[in-house]
């Protein structure tokens, strides 16, 4: 069975981005949800879009250079996320955004009423220093339960009880942390694990579909 496994996590993935970079707005995806086989910063830019628009996404790009961040972490703060967020939550207008880029990292919190929720990527020199990151995360994480089968899209990943989810991809981790968050959040009661989930593979659904 495991040699199926990149052929199962393919076609997951494949699902996933028929419908473009953001999943269909009419679902909301957990880990659970997925089937799974048997077996001192420099702020890079601070944005008011309380319904004025979104970031600029653009085409994912592998490599950071020293002024910044590349145009794939950028997407974390893109018009893909926030759309997914803003009909998950059934928002009436964009959540304000801050973003900042320090020490190879880009972050970007999306402010809510109920409290902060945070996506960042860190950006490694090679997929395996990358990996040696996410090693290191997962290892100090509390809680910490891996992705697995179909759920982590072919990709290392793992969870936290208190709303995080981590994906590792190339040389980026993906990190988004609903921790801030209450439990359940919108009109659907979604559980913040949720949300953070599909908010993450709606951003790696953009990196693969422009790489």
């Given at each position: 069975?495991?040699?199926?496994?990149?052929?199962?996590?393919?076609?997951?993935?494949s699902?996933?981005?028929?419908?473009?970079?953001?999943a269909?707005?009419g679902?909301?995806?957990?880990?659970s949800?997925?089937?799974?086989?048997?077996?001192?910063?420099?702020?890079?830019?601070?944005?008011?879009?309380?319904g004025?628009?979104?970031?600029?996404?653009?085409?994912?790009?592998?490599?950071?250079?020293?002024?910044g961040?590349?145009?794939?972490?950028?997407?974390?703060?893109g018009?893909?996320?926030?759309?997914?967020?803003?009909?998950?939550?059934?928002?009436?207008?964009?959540?304000?955004?801050?973003?900042?880029?320090?020490?190879s990292?880009?972050?970007?919190?999306?402010?809510?009423?109920?409290?902060?929720?945070?996506?960042?990527?860190?950006?490694?020199?090679?997929?395996?220093?990358?990996?040696?990151y996410?090693?290191?995360?997962?290892?100090?994480?509390?809680?910490?339960?891996p992705?697995?089968?179909?759920?982590?899209?072919?990709f290392?990943?793992y969870?936290?009880?208190?709303?995080?989810?981590v994906?590792q991809?190339?040389?980026?981790?993906?990190?988004?942390d609903?921790a801030?968050?209450?439990?359940t959040?919108?009109?659907?009661?979604?559980?913040?694990?949720a949300?953070?989930?599909?908010l993450?593979?709606?951003?790696?659904?953009?990196?693969i579909?422009?790489?």
């Amino acid at each position: 069975m495991k040699k199926h496994k990149p052929l199962l996590a393919s076609l997951a993935l494949s699902s996933l981005l028929l419908s473009g970079c953001a999943a269909a707005a009419g679902s909301v995806i957990a880990p659970s949800d997925v089937l799974t086989p048997a077996t001192t910063s420099t702020e890079v830019g601070h944005t008011d879009s309380h319904g004025g628009g979104h970031h600029g996404g653009g085409s994912a790009t592998p490599d950071a250079t020293a002024d910044g961040p590349s145009d794939a972490a950028l997407m974390v703060c893109g018009e893909q996320p926030m759309d997914r967020l803003t009909s998950i939550l059934d928002l009436d207008q964009d959540a304000h955004t801050i973003n900042d880029w320090a020490d190879s990292t880009f972050t970007c919190t999306y402010h809510l009423e109920e409290g902060d929720l945070v996506i960042s990527v860190k950006e490694a020199k090679d997929q395996a220093t990358a990996l040696t990151y996410f090693d290191a995360m997962q290892a100090l994480a509390k809680d910490a339960k891996p992705i697995e089968g179909l759920a982590n899209l072919g990709f290392p990943a793992y969870e936290t009880a208190d709303g995080s989810a981590v994906f590792q991809k190339d040389s980026f981790v993906l990190h988004v942390d609903a921790a801030d968050l209450p439990a359940t959040i919108g009109p659907d009661s979604v559980t913040r694990n949720a949300l953070a989930y599909q908010l993450s593979t709606t951003i790696l659904a953009c990196w693969i579909e422009h790489p």
